[in-house]
């Protein structure tokens, strides 16, 4: 047998495993890398997180990855370069943060890399005749993750979940299914990334099929990206304050929730593609408000991200009770005037953060795909929830041998 195959086959069939998730999103803020002990696999998955940290991006990386991000039309030249380049980014990262932590190499059992996302393009959103499918780009080869830390790498996570017949996102319903489960509450799990997202799971004695994730419409992507146009030396709005000193303008905030994805059925996906500095102009422009000071842009841009949590969970639970709690992740639960917002419009719900399930949550994408990838090599696959809200039961990621 080839040795990586027999090496593999022994690391499925060990009762534990050691992976490192490594996740990087569309705030181009840094790579989190979450060192995971996990135990089992399937609903009974234990966890160990052993080391977490977030590796920040030069602001040359940031303006080498904004070169292609969510572009319509880039150098394909560029793009092609980018892919090995953030693959070796990556696996220079993973030993930075194991030779800090006094861990060797070898005593890694996998790394699991969702990559960089550079364009995501659901139908309903690109909607292009000559193609009636799903699609998305993650850069950050695999391959080079391997040769560079010589440890067995899962990437490229989302393209199983289009080719089963999903969207690619969100796939946070997977991890969040067999960790955060609950025999004692039904539970809503809401991540505020650059996309805002959450998850529904029933009692974990109850039945899968309710279970179900979306995107929810804009999370941090417009406010960072209009922190970084009108103050260039920052890149998000620290602890909201700019935000906080702004006022609501109803009549902007009226145009941005205009678009036909707050009106379409749930689940559905987004992403900056679509929620970009373009989609704020226009809405601006429609409103008369091109001159608005930046707090009351922020302010509005706050309430706007709220209100599209708001209707999709009032979307999903009207016809049900809806979970009395809400345990939140992401870089959007540490801004004030966005929890502020979402509290005020959720008045019927507690908020309580991941970390008080034993998942931090500036962790807990990182971990999720570490999970993913001790699925795929010691699990099953797992159906979550029916028709439309149909996870498809797959095991994702594709594998790299180092040699």
């Known amino acids: ?144 993750i391997a040769v560079g830390t010589g440890i067995i790498t899962l990437s490229d996570f989302r393209q199983k979940h289009i080719a089963a017949g999903g969207e690619g996102a969100p796939l946070a319903a997977y991890g969040d299914f067999l960790l955060l489960s609950s025999p004692d509450e039904e539970r809503l799990l809401l991540n505020l990334g650059g996309i805002a997202n959450f998850t529904y799971l029933p009692r974990a004695d109850g039945n899968a099929h309710t279970a179900f994730s979306t995107d929810t419409g804009p999370g941090n992507t417009l406010l960072d990206a209009t922190v970084r146009a009108f103050r260039p030396g920052l890149q998000y709005d620290e602890d909201g304050r700019l935000a906080a000193a702004g006022r609501v303008h109803q009549g902007l905030l009226s145009a941005l929730l205009a678009h036909p994805f707050f009106a379409a059925p749930l689940p559905k996906t987004t992403g900056p593609e679509l929620f970009s500095t373009d989609y704020l102009t226009e809405a601006q422009q429609r409103s008369g408000t091109i001159t608005l000071p930046l707090e009351d842009t922020l302010a509005t841009l706050a309430e706007f991200s709220a209100m599209g949590v708001a209707r999709a969970v009032e979307a999903a639970f009207a016809e049900r009770l809806a979970p009395t709690v809400i345990y939140t992740s992401g870089g959007g639960a540490h801004n004030p005037v966005l929890m502020a917002a979402l509290k005020r419009h959720l008045s019927l719900a507690d908020f309580a953060p991941t970390d008080t399930l034993g998942v931090p949550g500036d962790a807990k994408e990182a971990i999720l795909f570490a999970v993913l ?27 790299s041998f180092p040699g």
């Open 1 to 144: 047998m080839n040795a990586h195959l027999d090496r593999l086959h022994q690391i499925a069939s060990q009762p534990s495993r050691r992976i490192i998730g490594l996740m990087s999103g569309t705030s181009l803020d840094g790579l989190d890398v979450a060192l995971c002990r996990l135990t089992g696999h399937g609903p009974g998955t234990q966890l160990e997180l052993e080391q977490f940290r977030t590796v920040s991006y030069s602001d040359d990386t940031r303006a080498r990855i904004r070169t292609v991000f969510a572009k319509e039309q880039v150098s394909l030249e560029y793009l092609t370069l980018l892919n090995p380049w953030l693959g070796r980014l990556h696996a220079a990262a993973i030993l930075d943060c194991l030779r800090a932590w006094q861990i060797a190499p070898a005593e890694i059992d996998l790394v699991a890399s969702h990559g960089q996302t550079i364009y995501h393009a659901p139908q309903h959103q690109h909607q292009h005749p000559d193609f009636t499918i799903h699609a998305t780009l993650q850069l950050g080869d695999g391959d080079h």
């Open 373 to 399: 990838a001790n699925e795929a090599v010691a699990g099953q696959p797992v159906a979550i929830g029916a028709g439309r809200q149909r996870v498809p039961a797959v095991g994702m990621g594709k594998i």
